[in-house]
């Protein structure tokens, strides 16, 4: 990435209302999905799902997630928000939870502490 007077410039993916993903999507830094992916989703940066926006797939993972649309997936992030027009259904590991009142969640959640980021162990 460049930089311009000492700061990093930040890249931003957009996927429009009209767009249509199939397969999984792995970009860096800043993404925005108002369309529809149906695969994972694997971002280095922060991923916004707009109201239009849905990921119907296994698994989202980023450094930051706040959802205002529809999620299908299990995510892993070290921050996950919920807006009220949000709609969720998986599992959640993160170190910060933030359901918004009106959000739907349908799953199950490990938050609140660093090992909510750590892969389960088999036995």
């Known amino acids: 990435m460049g930089r311009m007077l000492g700061r990093r410039q930040h890249t931003l993916t957009y996927l429009g209302s009209d767009t249509e993903v199939l397969g999984d999507l792995k ?3 800043q993404v925005r999905i108002d369309g529809l992916v149906r695969g994972s989703v ?3 940066g ?4 707009g109201r239009t926006g849905r990921i119907e797939g296994e698994r989202v993972e980023a450094q930051a997630v ?3 649309g529809e999620v299908k997936a299990d995510i892993t992030a070290a921050k996950v928000a919920l807006s009220k027009t949000a709609r969720f ?3 959640v590991r993160a ?3 933030d359901v918004e009142a009106g959000a739907v969640f349908i799953g199950q959640s490990l ?3 660093s090992r909510a980021l750590e892969a389960p162990k088999e036995a």
Request: hydrophobic content about 35%; glycine content about 14%; proline content about 0%.
């Open 27 to 29: 970009a860096k830094g």
């Open 42 to 44: 694997y971002v280095e």
């Open 46 to 49: 922060e991923l916004e799902v």
């Open 66 to 68: 706040q959802i205002h």
């Open 89 to 91: 259904t998986g599992s």
């Open 95 to 97: 170190q910060a939870l």
């Open 111 to 113: 938050a609140g502490e």
